[in-house]
Protein backbone atom coordinates (compact mmCIF):
# COMPACT_ATOMS: atom_id res chain seq x y z
CA UNK A 1 0.00 0.00 0.00
CA UNK A 2 1.19 3.58 -0.59
CA UNK A 3 1.28 5.73 1.57
CA UNK A 4 0.66 8.75 -0.44
CA UNK A 5 -2.73 8.51 -2.38
CA UNK A 6 -3.75 11.05 -5.11
CA UNK A 7 -7.46 11.13 -7.66
CA UNK A 8 -7.91 11.02 -10.15
CA UNK A 9 -4.79 10.00 -11.30
CA UNK A 10 -6.24 11.66 -14.75
CA UNK A 11 -8.12 15.20 -15.45
CA UNK A 12 -9.50 16.28 -18.22
CA UNK A 13 -11.27 19.98 -17.53
CA UNK A 14 -12.38 22.95 -19.78
CA UNK A 15 -10.81 26.35 -19.60
CA UNK A 16 -12.32 28.10 -16.76
CA UNK A 17 -13.76 24.88 -15.05
CA UNK A 18 -12.80 24.72 -11.09
CA UNK A 19 -10.25 21.85 -10.38
CA UNK A 20 -9.95 19.53 -7.55
CA UNK A 21 -6.95 17.11 -6.45
CA UNK A 22 -6.79 14.78 -4.32
CA UNK A 23 -4.33 13.28 -1.48
CA UNK A 24 -4.80 10.69 1.06
CA UNK A 25 -1.54 9.87 3.50
CA UNK A 26 -1.60 7.43 5.99
CA UNK A 27 1.36 8.71 8.00
CA UNK A 28 2.05 11.35 10.27
CA UNK A 29 3.54 14.17 8.32
CA UNK A 30 5.36 17.09 9.36
CA UNK A 31 4.54 18.97 6.39
CA UNK A 32 2.95 18.03 2.97
CA UNK A 33 4.02 19.68 -0.63
CA UNK A 34 2.33 20.02 -3.90
CA UNK A 35 4.62 19.40 -6.69
CA UNK A 36 3.56 20.74 -10.42
CA UNK A 37 5.55 18.60 -12.96
CA UNK A 38 5.05 20.51 -16.28
CA UNK A 39 5.35 18.53 -20.04
CA UNK A 40 9.10 19.47 -20.53
CA UNK A 41 10.18 18.18 -17.01
CA UNK A 42 10.93 20.97 -15.03
CA UNK A 43 9.21 21.05 -11.21
CA UNK A 44 7.74 23.99 -9.49
CA UNK A 45 6.86 23.61 -5.64
CA UNK A 46 3.64 25.31 -5.47
CA UNK A 47 2.92 25.27 -2.15
CA UNK A 48 4.27 23.52 1.12
CA UNK A 49 1.72 23.08 4.09
CA UNK A 50 1.47 21.73 7.78
CA UNK A 51 -1.96 22.96 8.85
CA UNK A 52 -4.77 25.17 7.34
CA UNK A 53 -4.72 26.57 3.62
CA UNK A 54 -2.85 28.54 1.96
CA UNK A 55 -3.50 30.61 -1.70
CA UNK A 56 -1.20 31.68 -4.53
CA UNK A 57 -2.93 33.35 -7.36
CA UNK A 58 -5.93 30.97 -8.78
CA UNK A 59 -4.14 27.91 -6.60
CA UNK A 60 -5.50 26.71 -3.62
CA UNK A 61 -4.29 24.11 -1.00
CA UNK A 62 -5.89 23.12 1.93
CA UNK A 63 -5.10 20.15 4.73
CA UNK A 64 -6.86 18.15 7.47
CA UNK A 65 -4.42 16.95 9.50
CA UNK A 66 -7.43 14.59 11.50
CA UNK A 67 -8.96 12.78 8.24
CA UNK A 68 -4.58 13.01 6.80
CA UNK A 69 -5.98 14.86 3.69
CA UNK A 70 -5.49 17.52 1.46
CA UNK A 71 -6.82 18.86 -1.45
CA UNK A 72 -4.97 21.52 -4.34
CA UNK A 73 -7.82 23.87 -6.13
CA UNK A 74 -7.61 25.78 -9.20
CA UNK A 75 -9.80 28.39 -9.99
CA UNK A 76 -10.81 29.50 -13.86
CA UNK A 77 -8.46 27.00 -15.10
CA UNK A 78 -6.03 27.38 -17.91
CA UNK A 79 -4.46 25.43 -20.12
CA UNK A 80 -1.36 26.44 -18.83
CA UNK A 81 -1.93 24.88 -16.21
CA UNK A 82 -1.61 21.45 -17.89
CA UNK A 83 1.03 19.63 -15.88
CA UNK A 84 1.43 16.89 -13.69
CA UNK A 85 0.79 17.61 -10.23
CA UNK A 86 2.33 15.35 -7.43
CA UNK A 87 1.55 15.39 -3.86
CA UNK A 88 4.61 14.88 -1.19
CA UNK A 89 4.92 14.16 2.40
CA UNK A 90 7.67 14.15 4.71
CA UNK A 91 6.81 11.75 7.81
CA UNK A 92 6.81 13.62 11.24
CA UNK A 93 9.35 10.58 12.86
CA UNK A 94 12.30 10.11 10.85
CA UNK A 95 13.36 11.73 7.87
CA UNK A 96 11.23 10.10 4.72
CA UNK A 97 9.33 11.63 2.16
CA UNK A 98 6.63 9.37 0.40
CA UNK A 99 5.72 10.82 -2.96
CA UNK A 100 2.19 10.18 -4.75
CA UNK A 101 2.21 8.96 -8.25
CA UNK A 102 1.03 12.11 -9.48
CA UNK A 103 -2.37 13.58 -10.91
CA UNK A 104 -1.95 14.37 -14.98
CA UNK A 105 -4.28 17.70 -15.68
CA UNK A 106 -5.10 18.78 -19.36
CA UNK A 107 -7.05 22.35 -19.71
CA UNK A 108 -8.98 21.85 -22.78
CA UNK A 109 -9.11 25.69 -24.60
CA UNK B 1 19.52 34.38 -8.77
CA UNK B 2 20.40 31.58 -11.36
CA UNK B 3 18.18 28.82 -9.60
CA UNK B 4 19.78 24.88 -8.76
CA UNK B 5 22.26 24.08 -11.60
CA UNK B 6 22.60 20.75 -12.87
CA UNK B 7 25.06 18.88 -15.17
CA UNK B 8 25.13 17.44 -17.36
CA UNK B 9 21.57 17.75 -18.65
CA UNK B 10 21.80 14.61 -20.59
CA UNK B 11 24.19 11.73 -20.07
CA UNK B 12 23.81 8.28 -22.66
CA UNK B 13 26.78 5.76 -21.56
CA UNK B 14 26.78 2.08 -21.68
CA UNK B 15 25.94 -0.10 -18.60
CA UNK B 16 29.19 -0.70 -16.69
CA UNK B 17 29.98 2.97 -16.80
CA UNK B 18 30.95 5.25 -14.18
CA UNK B 19 27.99 8.41 -14.14
CA UNK B 20 28.78 11.63 -11.95
CA UNK B 21 25.53 13.96 -11.75
CA UNK B 22 26.72 17.23 -10.90
CA UNK B 23 24.52 19.76 -8.78
CA UNK B 24 25.07 23.27 -7.48
CA UNK B 25 22.06 24.30 -5.09
CA UNK B 26 21.08 27.71 -4.52
CA UNK B 27 23.65 30.00 -2.77
CA UNK B 28 22.92 30.26 1.09
CA UNK B 29 20.26 27.57 0.83
CA UNK B 30 21.65 24.68 3.54
CA UNK B 31 19.74 21.95 2.37
CA UNK B 32 20.27 19.69 -0.57
CA UNK B 33 17.92 16.54 -1.93
CA UNK B 34 18.67 14.08 -4.63
CA UNK B 35 15.56 12.42 -6.53
CA UNK B 36 15.16 9.83 -8.99
CA UNK B 37 12.41 9.88 -11.11
CA UNK B 38 11.33 6.84 -13.89
CA UNK B 39 7.57 5.99 -15.43
CA UNK B 40 7.72 2.79 -12.84
CA UNK B 41 8.23 4.53 -9.81
CA UNK B 42 7.16 8.08 -10.51
CA UNK B 43 9.43 10.22 -8.17
CA UNK B 44 11.43 8.92 -5.09
CA UNK B 45 13.91 10.64 -2.62
CA UNK B 46 17.47 9.43 -2.88
CA UNK B 47 19.43 11.19 0.16
CA UNK B 48 19.28 14.48 1.66
CA UNK B 49 21.75 16.79 2.86
CA UNK B 50 21.82 18.99 5.73
CA UNK B 51 24.07 21.54 5.93
CA UNK B 52 26.73 19.37 4.21
CA UNK B 53 25.71 16.47 6.11
CA UNK B 54 24.00 13.60 4.86
CA UNK B 55 20.44 13.06 7.07
CA UNK B 56 18.79 10.38 5.16
CA UNK B 57 19.98 7.96 2.56
CA UNK B 58 17.17 5.36 2.86
CA UNK B 59 16.45 5.82 -0.70
CA UNK B 60 19.50 5.40 -1.99
CA UNK B 61 18.85 2.14 -4.25
CA UNK B 62 22.18 -0.05 -3.55
CA UNK B 63 25.94 0.59 -2.74
CA UNK B 64 26.80 1.16 -6.58
CA UNK B 65 24.94 4.77 -5.63
CA UNK B 66 27.03 7.36 -3.32
CA UNK B 67 26.29 11.10 -2.56
CA UNK B 68 29.01 13.52 -1.17
CA UNK B 69 28.34 17.06 -0.29
CA UNK B 70 32.69 18.46 -0.23
CA UNK B 71 31.22 21.82 0.13
CA UNK B 72 27.86 23.83 0.49
CA UNK B 73 27.85 25.07 -3.33
CA UNK B 74 28.15 21.80 -5.13
CA UNK B 75 27.28 18.15 -4.39
CA UNK B 76 27.68 15.02 -6.48
CA UNK B 77 25.53 11.78 -7.21
CA UNK B 78 27.45 8.96 -8.27
CA UNK B 79 26.57 5.87 -10.14
CA UNK B 80 29.47 2.67 -10.37
CA UNK B 81 28.75 0.86 -11.91
CA UNK B 82 25.48 1.78 -14.32
CA UNK B 83 23.16 -0.60 -15.26
CA UNK B 84 20.20 -0.22 -17.55
CA UNK B 85 17.32 0.40 -14.92
CA UNK B 86 19.47 3.21 -13.53
CA UNK B 87 18.03 4.98 -16.32
CA UNK B 88 15.66 7.76 -14.96
CA UNK B 89 15.53 11.59 -15.06
CA UNK B 90 17.57 12.92 -11.40
CA UNK B 91 16.92 15.99 -9.86
CA UNK B 92 18.33 18.16 -7.28
CA UNK B 93 16.66 20.29 -5.35
CA UNK B 94 17.69 22.53 -2.46
CA UNK B 95 16.12 24.58 0.33
CA UNK B 96 16.27 27.00 3.50
CA UNK B 97 15.14 24.58 6.35
CA UNK B 98 17.33 23.67 8.85
CA UNK B 99 16.51 20.02 9.79
CA UNK B 100 13.84 20.56 12.11
CA UNK B 101 12.40 23.00 10.25
CA UNK B 102 10.15 22.70 6.29
CA UNK B 103 10.60 24.74 3.57
CA UNK B 104 9.58 24.93 -0.55
CA UNK B 105 12.53 23.08 -2.29
CA UNK B 106 13.52 24.73 -5.34
CA UNK B 107 14.02 21.86 -7.91
CA UNK B 108 17.00 21.75 -10.73
CA UNK B 109 15.96 21.18 -14.27
CA UNK B 110 17.14 17.68 -13.99
CA UNK B 111 19.55 14.86 -16.01
CA UNK B 112 17.98 12.54 -17.86
CA UNK B 113 20.39 9.55 -17.41
CA UNK B 114 20.29 6.29 -20.21
CA UNK B 115 22.41 3.56 -19.63
CA UNK B 116 22.51 1.30 -23.02
Known amino acids: KNEVEQSPQNLTAQEGEFITINCSYSVGISALHWLQQHPGGGIVSLFM???GKKKHGRLIATINIQEKHSSLHITASHPRDSAVYICAVRKDTGNQFYFGTGTSLTVIP | DAGVIQSPRHEVTEMGQEVTLRCKPI?????LFWYRQTMMRGLELLIY????????DSGMPEDRFSAKMPNASFSTLKIQPSEPRDSAVYFC??????????????FGPGTRLTVL
Open chain 2, 49 to 56: FNNNVPID
Open chain 1, 49 to 51: LSS
Open chain 2, 93 to 106: ASSLARIELIDTQY
Open chain 2, 27 to 31: SGHNS
